[in-house]
């Protein structure tokens, strides 16, 4: 699905995710790349768990804002999701790293994944579009072939 918004046109949810997303983006801590990144998640409730990206001296170390926001729901016992809301301050839109496509997929399954620009462009996309073939639980438990 392929779809590009502009403000004039967003629907309510949106509008509301992407707020919360700037808002957390202030909080942001990315002394070493100044790429701050704002996450808004939505729980099929209507609860908004937000994150911001926290960045290490060990970029390995480094928290992605969309990884803080779904662990901190997690970690308060929620478990069904709808969408996320990412803002950065990229002329581009900003999709999620790798990491943060695997546990949004391990752990909120083909929610909506809404991108903003810096130009107030949005792009929604579901999750399963920016991670094909994604490894599941499936994978975990194939069954051993027997020897001829």
């Known amino acids: ?9 967003m629907s309510s949810r949106d509008e509301n995710l992407i707020r919360q997303a700037r ?3 202030r909080y942001a ?3 070493y790349s100044k790429f701050r990144v704002g996450a808004a998640l939505l729980s099929r409730n209507g609860e908004v768990f ?5 960045e290490n001296s060990s970029y390995g170390l480094t928290m992605c804002a969309e990884r803080t926001a779904i662990f901190k ?21 900003t999709p999620p790293c790798g990491a943060c496509r695997q546990v949004l997929w391990d752990l909120a399954g083909n ?7 810096s130009k107030g462009d949005i792009r929604v996309k579901k999750l ?6 994604a490894f599941n639980e499936k994978h975990l438990h194939r069954k051993k072939r027997s020897k001829k």
Do not use: W
């Open 23 to 25: 808002k957390a983006r």
């Open 111 to 117: 929610i909506d994944f809404v991108m903003v620009n």
């Open 73 to 93: 729901a997690i970690s308060m016992g929620e478990h069904n999701f709808q969408a996320i809301a990412v803002v950065a301050s990229d002329p581009d839109f």
């Open 50 to 54: 937000t994150g911001c990206n926290v």
């Open 1 to 9: 699905m392929k779809l590009t918004r502009t403000q004039g046109n």
């Open 29 to 31: 801590h990315a002394p």
């Open 128 to 133: 399963k579009s920016l991670l094909p073939y």
